[in-house]
């Protein structure tokens, strides 16, 4: 079994990376009509990515541990968790949240919350800046590691809607996003229908609370 990326060459050295760690939101997907949000109540906000090393932080109980979409992204540059990797976030994030009025981080584009102190972390700079927001799925369940998982659950009930970090296939969950393989329920997401341009035009993973929504396999 895999337990890592298949493309090794890919994760940065944090010590030598001269560049941000929170990337701008320019893939097709997350940010093809601009780097900031264009409907909903974070209409404006600016959208920034945060990608870790896939399997190495993910819980082997994810439904495509071997099929993750990282397996076709050898491109991107993957950083390990730890604290020099919170350190560096910490650093951007200050500059960032001074500079716009809005933020939104897309947590994780590859991986997931490595630790229950990674989820503190979070919530840390949660409290610290009132306009950053985060956005994400997350595969941890109870029985993968239970103080990650009540961590998790604990920063929706205190943050709300600014902690739009939803269950990944867990269907009974109301606030989850759930693979086609394991259920027809919820809203397909329009992105892969060509419904919508990109995450910045829909929207829905974050504004509709009470909607589960369904991905299409990559």
């Known amino acids: 079994m895999k337990t890592t990326?298949?493309?090794q060459k890919s994760i940065k050295d944090l010590s030598n990376y001269p560049y941000n760690v929170l990337k701008d939101a320019t893939s097709k997907k997350l940010g093809a009509a601009g780097r900031l949000v264009q409907k909903g109540k974070l209409k404006g906000a600016r959208v920034f990515t945060l990608t870790l090393t896939e399997r190495e932080t993910c819980p082997t109980?994810?439904?495509h541990w071997e099929t993750c979409y990282g397996n076709n992204m050898p491109f991107a540059h993957r950083f390990r968790g730890g604290y020099d990797?919170?350190?560096r976030i910490a650093d951007e994030l200050k500059l960032i949240c001074a500079k716009y009025?809005?933020?939104l981080i897309r947590l994780h584009v590859l991986g997931d919350f490595y630790s229950a102190p990674y989820v503190y972390f979070w919530t840390d700079q949660m409290i610290k800046y009132p306009n950053?927001?985060?956005?994400?799925?997350?595969?941890?369940t109870e029985h993968d590691d239970y103080l990650t998982y009540a961590a998790i659950r604990r920063a929706r009930q205190t943050f709300g809607d600014r902690w739009a970090i939803r269950w990944s296939d867990r269907?009974?969950?109301e606030f989850s996003a759930n693979s086609e393989e394991l259920t027809d329920k919820g809203i397909t997401c329009p992105e892969q229908l060509g419904k919508t341009k990109a995450c910045?035009?829909?929207a829905l993973c974050w504004d509709k609370p009470?909607?589960?929504?369904?991905?299409l396999t990559h």
């Open 200 to 202: 910045t035009t829909c």
């Open 85 to 87: 990797l919170e350190q």
């Open 132 to 140: 950053l927001n985060v956005w994400g799925y997350t595969h941890v």
């Open 5 to 7: 990326t298949i493309y």
């Open 101 to 103: 009025e809005k933020v």
């Open 61 to 63: 109980s994810c439904h």
């Open 210 to 215: 009470e909607k589960q929504i369904k991905f």
């Open 171 to 173: 269907i009974g969950e």
